[in-house]
């Protein structure tokens, strides 16, 4: 059973930075994917980053440049580094991962993750 704990949200005002972390327990091989998604009020849930096995990343166009998507020392840890929040950025963000695809990560889309974590809360106010 793989479970996902994500820490790291709060509060902070535009242009400020936050650092999310992920671990992911029962997950026994590197050869996973591993991501971040969003989801605001009235908003579709939006795919903001995803990185594979090998440490390729994908970045959502609204975020580029602003978040970093990196593994921790183990395989099974993950951050997501993100700078010049914006208002927009508000919304919980979940970690999530999946291991059926021999390491690599599929389309940034909710359906194809198998595991989910519960979500941290990100607000963006000034």
């Known amino acids: 059973q793989v479970q996902l704990a994500e820490s790291g949200g709060g509060s902070v005002q535009p242009g400020g930075s936050l650092t999310l972390s992920c671990t992911a327990s029962g997950l026994t091989s590197r050869r996973n994917c591993m991501g971040w998604f969003r989801h605001a009020p009235g908003h579709e849930r939006e795919g903001v980053a995803q990185?594979?096995?090998?440490?390729?990343?994908t970045i959502a166009d609204s975020v580029k440049g602003r978040f970093t998507i990196f593994k921790g020392d183990a395989f099974n840890v993950l951050h997501l580094q993100m700078n010049n929040l914006k208002f927009e950025d508000s919304a919980m963000y979940y970690c999530?991962?999946?291991?059926?695809?021999?390491?690599?990560?599929?389309?940034?889309?909710?359906?194809?993750?198998?595991?989910w974590g519960q979500g941290t809360q990100v607000t963006v106010a000034s």
């Open positions: 990185i594979d096995s090998s440490g390729s990343a």
């Open positions: 999530v991962a999946v291991n059926r695809y021999g390491g690599g990560c599929p389309a940034i889309m909710p359906s194809e993750y198998d595991y």
